[in-house]
């Protein structure tokens, strides 16, 4: 039977009881155990990249998440019953919905694919590029134990050593500043007893990973409020829901398991009702932001930082648009460094007012779940900060960089082992090798014990010292209003503005400064729109500038390269 097809697929669900609004086909509610809020509240754990990358693999799958509906009991299929005889209709909303309000959501998508589209050229090495693809997620020790864990993230706990130089790194094919590969695997001490083994990881989930196990049940409504089950409470929000006569609603059972978790996560992010797009699979509501809501939510915000960057703004008179920005390579790093930030630390950032979705929602019952039903890892989803390797250096933003470990490591090819010597008549200390050799924050437990000294990715020569970004120094850059990025070659930059066309009479230049304020308003615009220059620095655009000898001392490249003759075939 169909109905038995899933099964491999999805080997775990969460069961919910769902109250379903008959008549206007809404989720009003979902009674969840601790394992469904630990998942819902994970989400803030993510990093943007992470969601581009799980949501755009789940959406060459869009008919995956029906299949666990089939094999659910009858109470569940019950509430579906009446959505049958339009479902082609819904069908045909939703693919509509995630097309039109995309869960790749504003100008992020463009982002990553200008990410992709990266060559060896443009990076100081692959892995730069790979990690603004897969940033590590700050939390993922905690969402390693979730009963449902959608991060598909390679878990980066294996060390790469060069034996030449005692330098390491968490980069796989990462090269040693020697040049020569960083390829010994060494066992890591420090992990003996603490695998991922499945006992492990399902006792600990059992014991919750944000919520407390003592809290079983929690109400879910609509918006994402969450609150502790009990009849008091049931009863108080809906009344104020305005369900005075409980006879028009339904209680279904209703088991999600990774498919649907992931499709949560699409309308948590771009619909004011995820559950009911979820469960019912009914089509987004999607609600416009304002393309200047952007600056004036951040206008009142008290700046903390004083780094700025020189960008140059092409803007459309007759249209009242940014075309694009001409730039250097800090500005680009820092764009790019909006796929490395978690959902939790962009809230934070935007005071509560990120205007994506329910996440705003989610990120209030996060704050405001009583501390009684919570552990002490639910502070951390309220800002989970940027793992130090994977964060731009010169960030405007204020976004806390989450050191993975201060400690030394210690490198060595075996371990120290007591052997009695009848000779002596004493122990001696003999090495145990160990194939690719052992690594250890203690030094007492290897023999013969070197320190190691790391390598970064985001340098020239890989050293911590010298790290300054992802692309390479100097490079001169064409960022679009949907953030599409492109880098200037010495031939590219007349058919760069060729591509545009724009009548060059249309378009203005200006020079403005990118600080905290800018900076803020930019990453709230690339969250929800596609013209992410226009709606995060327009109102910017028109503010005299403090320097207003900067504009002549700033030479566009796109001048000179207007002044050069061009080259003969």
């Known amino acids: 039977m169909a109905s038995d097809q899933p099964q491999p697929q999805d080997p ?5 009881k769902v109250l379903i609004d008959k008549q206007n086909n809404k989720v009003v509610a979902v009674e969840a155990p601790k394992h469904f809020i630990d998942t819902l509240f994970s989400f803030l754990s993510l990093p943007l990249a992470t969601i581009i990358r799980l949501l755009s693999t789940n959406n060459n799958d869009q008919q995956q998440p029906q299949s666990p509906q089939s094999s659910n009991n009858n109470d569940q299929q019950q509430p579906q019953s009446p959505q049958s005889s339009n479902n082609n209709d819904q069908q045909q909303q939703q693919p509509q919905s995630s097309s039109e309000s995309s869960p790749l959501l504003g100008s992020i998508e463009s982002l990553y694919e200008s990410v992709k589209t990266l060559t060896p050229n443009d990076v100081w090495n692959p892995v730069c590029k790979q990690m603004l693809l897969s940033p590590k997620n700050p939390c993922e020790s905690l969402c390693s134990k979730l009963f449902l864990n959608i991060d598909d993230t390679e878990v980066s706990s294996r060390f790469f050593v ?27 001490l420090d992990s003996e007893g603490q695998g991922n083994s499945t006992g492990v990881v399902v006792d600990d989930a059992l014991n919750g990973v944000f919520v407390k196990e003592n809290r079983s049940l929690f109400l879910v409504f609509d918006d994402l409020k969450i609150v502790p089950s009990s009849l008091v409470t049931s009863m108080q929000m809906l009344k104020e829901l305005g369900y005075s006569n409980l006879s028009q609603l339904e209680e279904v059972t209703h088991n999600i398991g990774k498919q649907e978790i992931l499709n949560l996560l699409k309308y948590v992010l771009t619909s004011h009702e995820p559950l009911t797009n979820t469960i019912l699979k009914s089509s987004s509501k999607k609600k416009d932001n304002s393309p200047s809501q952007f600056a004036s939510a951040v206008k009142v915000k008290t700046c903390t930082s004083d780094i700025k960057m020189d960008v140059k703004l092409v803007r459309s008179k007759s249209q009242k648009k940014i075309i694009f920005a001409e730039t250097g390579e800090n500005f680009v790093d820092f764009i790019f460094s909006f796929l490395t930030i978690p959902l939790g630390s962009i809230v934070k950032l935007l005071d509560g007012n990120s205007f994506i979705g329910s996440v705003d929602s989610l990120y ?53 082992k007591q052997e009695w010597d009848n000779r002596y008549n004493c122990y001696h200390t003999i090495e145990v090798k160990v194939e690719g050799g052992v690594i250890s924050k203690t030094r007492g437990l290897i023999y013969n014990a ?14 911590i010292q010298n790290v300054v970004g992802f692309v390479k120094r100097p490079a001169l850059y064409g960022v679009r209003d949907d953030l599409k990025i492109q880098s200037f070659s010495s031939n590219s930059c007349l058919s760069y503005l060729k591509e545009l066309s724009f009548p060059l009479d249309d378009l203005e230049m200006k020079v403005i400064s990118i600080g905290e304020a800018e900076a803020l308003s930019l990453l709230a615009a690339s969250l929800t729109s596609k013209c992410t220059l226009t709606g995060g620095l327009e109102d910017f655009f028109n503010v005299p500038k403090q320097d207003s000898n900067l504009t002549l001392k700033y030479t566009s490249r796109l001048d000179e390269l207007a002044k050069e003759p061009k080259p003969e075939d």
Do not use: H, M, W
């Open 162 to 188: 060069c034996a030449s130089c005692n330098k390491f790194t968490t980069f796989q094919n990462l090269d040693c500043t020697c040049g020569k590969p960083t390829n010994k695997r060494p066992k890591n």
């Open 450 to 463: 070197k320190a190691l000294t790391g390598l970064d990715p985001r340098s020239p020569n890989k050293s």
């Open 364 to 416: 209030k019952s996060v704050e405001n779940l009583d501390s009684s039903c919570c552990t002490e890892s639910r502070s951390v989803l309220l800002n989970p900060g940027v793992l130090r390797q994977f964060g731009y250096p010169n960030q405007p933003l204020n976004i806390p960089n989450v050191q993975a470990s201060t400690a030394t490591y210690y490198y060595g090819t075996g371990i120290p």
């Open 12 to 16: 775990k669900t969460i069961p919910l």
